[in-house]
């Protein structure tokens, strides 16, 4: 019995300066499989008391513009982590390789991002790192292994 193909995976990242082999990995399987990457960014979603003591200077469509640039600018830093990543090791590969890699950013708790992102784009599997930025095993790591509902690959990033 072979494995199922993988067509499309999500590619969890905290954006920390050791997530590279996760990133590694990602790339691996998506050549290996010609899949897509899912490159998936979770954000905490600011908290009320934080709103609302910034609408006391700030009018709605301004805070939404404000927003919606700092989401943009998280993209940005996706596509350039990306570039980069291309630029350092995929040029050393022999032939032409081309990734198919849609940044994502998801606002809430990581580990429902993760798992819902993973549903909404039919994701065959799941790769993040064991530790989150502290250098810590990581609990949204653990809950998401728990809670998934397609296989996970975890890679240690230390």
């Not at 010609?34 to 008391?49: D, Y």
């Not at 919606?68 to 022999?94: H, N, S, W, Y």
């Not at 990581?110 to 095993?137: C, E, F, P, W």
């Amino acid at each position: 019995m072979s494995a199922p193909a993988i067509k499309t995976l999500v590619y969890a990242t905290s954006l920390g300066k050791h997530t590279r082999p996760v990133f590694r990995h990602a790339v691996s399987l998506a050549k290996l499989y010609n899949a897509r990457i899912i490159m998936l960014h979770a954000i905490e979603p600011m908290a009320e008391l934080g709103k609302e003591m910034i609408r006391a200077y700030v009018d709605e469509k301004t805070l939404q513009r404000i927003h919606d640039e700092g989401i943009q600018d998280i993209q940005q830093t996706m596509l350039q982590r990306v570039k980069t990543f291309c630029e350092e090791e995929l040029d050393a590969l022999p032939g032409i390789i081309e990734l198919d890699i849609e940044p994502v950013v998801v606002e809430g708790n990581h580990t429902d991002a993760i798992l819902n992102t993973a549903k909404r784009y039919q994701a065959d599997l799941i790769v993040m790192g064991a530790q989150n930025k502290s250098g810590h095993h990581s609990h949204t790591t653990q809950q998401v292994t728990r809670y998934a509902q397609v296989p996970v690959l975890v890679v240690p990033t230390e």
